[in-house]
């Protein structure tokens, strides 16, 4: 099998990949019809109801870049980008159902049946074609040919990452610098900046990467004028490991390309999926625990003198002051100016009550009416005092970054160990580490993942006192 093969055949791979898309989806609504009625002879408004199906796919699909290559990323990207695809497929039906006054002609067996099978079809197939297409690239099929301009340090992280991901598929035959740095390992350095056109030509290079400093100006202009003949693929990597970056990205405001160096996850169609996440639960819980609500409340007004709910300002999402409510666990009692005092194992400012609600988190209950306003999430950065903020973002670089989302009941942090009193900046380092590895990596799937595992490790904790 020759190198350039998949990319020679890209267009008609594309075809292929959107035609066997639309059959799956075509072949799930079948296969479901048969699991609910027994047998294939669909009726009208079923056929009818198959063909806006496909058709929905063949033009929502590429809206979220099914078909765009996925080289060099993960698994769990291709299945988060394929679920809400389908998702959307199938609400659309869902609203032209609704708008059509058809809703109630189809079995919603069928219809849930038809969104699992189509789900798990496209998914299962692209994961499969993208586990060969791995194995294919560390096995030097497959592969991009890449010429990478600079070897200094940004160029050498450039070429330590390829050397480190060999089911991406990105061969760098050689470098070119405007000195005498040279590449890393077995990489040959193949001269200066001048002879880039001549080594894409006869090197057949599919891709220049040009790894040069910001302050690099010059050199980057030279090169482009270079190339300015050739039609290869260039890309520039900015210089931007040394930074603690949070969902970088690139966008364009009115013509302007833009490096996202620090940005929210909950934008679009996630903040909607948030939303709908954070007030379905919340209504849920607040239903089920209302019984031992109750209860705890009683057990408040008893344990000692004061309100049952403790109000404290703290920062949410962007940073704005929320008021948010907890049970009230400690005596009523006043700090001295704007110091907040953390609880520590043996404060006697908590009483025999609330140790209990602080031991089990059950003080924490009333935010779910927090998530219901909208201040707060079922799962994200736990929320801390104002007075702790001001002095821990001072000490801690990325500290306030962890309010580009909603602040959370649970959380990251929480469910691998990092909660309680934070009596060291080491222990409040390790929190924000766990925090910003959250918003980096955010889906549905993962704030599942948290609760579930919030579930089975637990309410109680060693550290929460």
């Known amino acids: ?158 070429l330590q990452r390829l050397h480190d991901a060999p089911e991406a598929g990105l061969e760098v035959v050689g470098c070119l610098s405007a000195g005498t740095s040279p590449c890393q390992g077995s990489i040959p350095l193949l001269g200066t900046l001048t002879r880039v056109a001549e080594e894409v030509q006869e090197r057949s290079i599919d891709e220049v990467w040009i790894a040069l400093p910001l302050r690099a100006e010059d050199q980057v202009r030279e090169v482009l004028h270079h190339l300015r003949h050739s039609t290869v693929t260039i890309r520039f990597v900015p210089d931007i490991f040394g930074y603690r970056l949070l969902n970088q990205s690139v966008t364009e405001i009115a013509g302007i390309p833009l490096f996202n160096l620090s940005d929210t996850p909950m934008v679009g169609l996630n903040r909607l999926i948030k939303a709908l996440e954070d007030r379905l639960l919340a209504l849920l819980i607040l239903v089920l625990i209302s019984p031992l609500a109750l209860l705890i409340a009683i057990g408040v007004k008893g344990s000692s003198p004061g309100p049952i709910l403790f109000k404290q300002l703290r920062h949410g999402w962007d940073g704005r002051p929320i008021k948010i409510y907890k049970f009230r666990t400690m005596k009523v009692h006043r700090e001295s100016g704007s110091t907040v005092t953390q609880a520590s194992r043996h404060d006697d400012r908590v009483t025999p009550f609330g140790r209990f609600l602080r031991r089990t988190s059950l003080d924490e209950l009333p935010q779910f009416f927090n998530v219901l306003q909208g201040r707060m999430s079922v799962v994200g950065p736990r929320p801390h005092a104002i007075a702790h903020n001001e002095r821990y973002k001072e000490e801690i670089d990325a500290y306030m970054l962890r309010h580009k989302v909603k602040p959370g009941i649970t959380g990251w942090a929480q469910v691998n160990g990092w909660r309680g009193e934070t009596d060291t900046v080491e222990k409040m380092r390790k929190r924000v580490e766990y925090d910003l590895y959250y918003i980096e990596h955010w889906s549905l799937w993962f704030d599942l993942y948290i609760i579930l595992l919030t579930l089975v490790r637990g309410f109680i904790h060693k550290n929460a006192y």
């Open 1 to 158: 099998m020759r190198r350039g093969l998949l990319k020679e055949h890209a267009t008609l791979l594309t075809f292929v990949s959107r035609t066997g898309d639309v059959l799956a989806v075509l072949c799930a609504g079948l296969l479901a019809y048969w699991l609910r009625f027994g047998h294939f002879s669909l009726t009208a408004p079923y056929r009818t109801a198959l063909l806006v199906g496909g058709l929905a796919s063949l033009l929502i699909f590429p809206l979220f870049g099914i078909y765009r290559s996925w080289r060099g990323q993960g698994d769990f990207t291709q299945l988060r980008v394929v679920s809400l695809a389908v998702i959307s497929v199938f609400l659309f039906l869902l609203t032209v159902g609704t708008l059509t006054k058809t809703n109630t002609i189809f079995s919603r067996q069928w219809f849930l049946s038809w969104l699992l099978m189509t789900w798990s079809l496209l998914a299962l197939f692209r994961l499969a074609i993208y586990q060969a297409l791995k194995a294919m690239r560390r096995r030097g099929w497959n592969h991009r040919r890449v010429l990478l301009i600079g070897t200094g340090e940004l160029g050498q992280e450039v």
